[in-house]
């Protein structure tokens, strides 16, 4: 009897270690797809590189659809660009506070400011992420600082990771793979045709990777924003509008672009995905198309930190009241 526990425990065993290291990442939910929380796209998934080529690796050899594991291939491509940015996916968090993400946020849109650099001829929409960048990392920290509006600042951290698990996991699928890699995310369903065809000539694509980014990736997460009761995300979205700058040379402000009553305020909620992108494609963007090399570079080789301080509130408070003061005739 005792010999036959001993062989039975022995079976037993060996049945469970089969079972840990026989690992199945096929058909898993994107239950992170839009980056609002810790991790990768599905917290099964590992960090290891390693890893996740060598389930990649099993899977191509059987033959299998990519549509079976595309979880696994996203978050393969978000892991490679994770290590180029030098960023822990693993512990990247939107739900912690925006100061303890301060090196996140600024580690992400560093990296967008050196593919640039690199690539400045291919590359382009990552120059005109970057300029665009420290007014929103403002937005997340100024937020930040209130209690009631840090679920806001974790909305805009989201958004952030999200672009980046889109944007920059397509960048570096390109970057390492080549249009192959591209196609083979189209194929698992990771993204659309008119975007994989963007890739044949990026350089040409900043409207469209834009396109992208405000109205596939981000435009649910702005809606919810908006729809938040309390505080009213109504209020706090179009105080965002009010309060955004543009840090395109050559763009608009909201206000200046569509002013109300022709007033100091904007027309128009940055939070309406209409009126974003009408905004954006027809001003901000063309705005962008328009500047130098040497003017794009000059901006993103400026350190991004400095940036981000010339668009805190409590800086440009002034720069916000004066619009009012001017408008009520205070001198």
């Known amino acids: 009897m005792r010999v036959l526990m001993v062989v039975a425990a022995l079976v037993l065993g060996s049945m469970g270690a089969t079972k840990a290291d026989t ?32 389930a990649l690796t099993g899977y191509r050899a059987r033959g ?29 968090d939107p739900q912690r506070t925006a100061d303890s993400n301060r090196a996140v946020i600024f580690a992400v849109y560093d990296f967008y400011a050196k593919l640039y650099l690199t690539y400045p ?12 960048a420290p007014a929103f990392a403002a937005g997340m920290l100024d937020l930040g600082t209130v209690p009631e509006l840090r679920w806001f600042s974790s909305m805009l951290m989201s958004m952030q990771k999200h672009i980046f698990m889109d944007l920059g996991a397509m960048h570096a699928a390109y970057l ?19 975007t ?17 980014e405000q109205n596939l990736v981000i435009a649910d997460q702005f809606d919810r924003m908006r729809s938040r009761l309390l ?19 050559g763009g608009k402000t909201p206000a200046r672009y569509r002013p109300l009553f022709g007033g100091p305020l904007p027309a128009f909620n940055y939070a309406d995905r209409v ?8 001003d901000t963007v063309p705005a962008y198309e328009r500047l130098s090399a040497d ?26 009241v004066l619009p009012f003061r001017s408008n009520s005739g205070v001198r």
């Open 275 to 282: 009126a974003r992108w009408d905004f954006l494609s027809k």
């Open 121 to 132: 001829d291919t590359l382009r929409w990552m120059g005109f992420a970057n300029i665009g």
């Open 176 to 194: 390492h793979g080549g249009i192959q890699a591209v196609q083979e995310l189209r194929d698992a369903g990771v993204i659309d045709p008119d």
């Open 196 to 212: 994989t065809a963007a890739w044949a000539d990026p350089a040409q694509a900043v409207l469209e990777f834009s396109s992208r």
């Open 23 to 54: 690992v199945d990442y096929l058909d898993l939910p994107l239950v992170n797809g839009n980056g609002e929380q810790r991790g990768g796209v599905h917290p099964d998934l590992p960090s290891d590189r390693a890893a996740l080529e060598q």
């Open 231 to 249: 505080p009213p995300g109504e209020m706090v979205t179009y105080a965002i509008t009010v309060a955004g700058p543009m840090p395109v040379p």
């Open 295 to 320: 003017a794009v570079h000059r901006i993103v080789q400026r350190p991004f930190a400095d940036r981000v301080a010339d668009y805190r509130a409590r800086v440009r408070l002034l720069d916000l």
């Open 64 to 92: 299998i659809a990519p549509t079976r594991f595309k979880a696994l291939l996203w978050h393969y491509w978000i892991v490679r660009a994770a290590e180029d940015a030098g960023v822990n996916l693993s512990e990247w």
